[in-house]
């Protein structure tokens, strides 16, 4: 339906932005920390070095208007 295909374009098209951003991040991993969306919702996952990581991926996430809710689901690594 053209419902489901407008709406996963919206997804795909934050997916990118968030990803775009942290790429651009001096403190965000866009190669440990991957990004799921829909309907607005943003899931990231993956590693992070450190709590300050974890937390400014989901600063940058929730920055976009698209962007309803984010789910944290991101690991901090022990560095021990």
Sequence with gaps: SK??????GINSKTTFKIKSA????PIVSAWRIGVKTKHGIVTLYGKAKSEEEKYEAQRIA?????????INKIEVMDNK
């Design 3 to 8: 419902l489901l295909s407008w709406n996963h």
């Design 62 to 70: 929730g920055s976009f208007k698209s962007v309803r809710r984010v």
């Design 22 to 25: 942290f790429y651009r991040s």
